[in-house]
């Protein structure tokens, strides 16, 4: 049978929608130079490797709605062209007094990921998985704070990294991911991977 019925089969692996970033030189070095900045805070920071743009969360998920739900989202990525964007920005969100995540941000010419992400929420509503409540906000989650202790530093990073393009992103797939919680932090394996449809421009 497909190998996504033997990921941890005794229990219901926990799944989520994402692009994946790989993260050039520019890009790691401005993360770097934020956590040594916020070094004296107490953050969980995002590994490069697991970076990502998560599009759907679906939780806990029982191992005999895993072939509908990868049926649904070859659908999906049949109807997604290949596409480019921006990251560019720092933030957080919370507010100033109680930040909760640090990200970067994501700049697009059209609303590319926003449509991938209302085509997905639609086919995975289909299957009982509805929308978030909050509205939603492509970006790259950097970090995610236990405790700051000075969020002024945060208003400055914001200031010093307004409107610096950090990396040029090409996407033409996205993945359905496991995730599993560890003492380190979350270990993200790839269930499925899904290619884009290429535009005729594609080279």
């Not at 497909?2 to 890009?27: E, H």
């Not at 130079?33 to 029982?62: C, E």
């Amino acid at each position: 049978m497909a190998k996504y019925f033997y990921f941890f089969p005794t229990i219901m692996p926990r799944l989520f929608i994402a692009i994946k970033v790989k993260p050039g030189n520019d890009l790691l070095n401005s993360m770097m130079k934020i956590q040594q900045t916020l070094a004296s805070d107490s953050i969980n920071w995002v590994k490069p490797y697991n970076m990502h743009i998560t599009l759907k969360f679906l939780g806990d998920t029982r191992q005999e709605s895993i072939p509908p739900i990868i049926s649904k989202l070859k659908t999906c990525a049949a109807a997604i062209e290949s596409f480019g964007f921006t990251v560019k920005d720092f933030g957080y969100f919370g507010n100033l007094r109680f930040p909760r995540v640090l990200w970067m941000g994501v700049e697009q010419e059209k609303k590319n990921i926003e449509n991938a992400y209302q085509l997905i929420q639609t086919e995975m509503d289909f299957l009982g998985y509805p929308a978030e409540k909050q509205e939603f906000r492509p970006h790259l989650t950097i970090g995610r704070i236990k405790n700051m202790h000075d969020t002024q530093k945060l208003r400055e990073l914001e200031g010093e990294f307004s409107g610096v393009l950090l990396q040029q992103v090409w996407i033409d797939t996205f993945e359905l991911y496991q995730s599993k919680l560890t003492p380190s932090g979350p270990v993200y394996s790839v269930v499925e991977k899904f290619n884009l449809n290429k535009p005729d421009t594609y080279e």
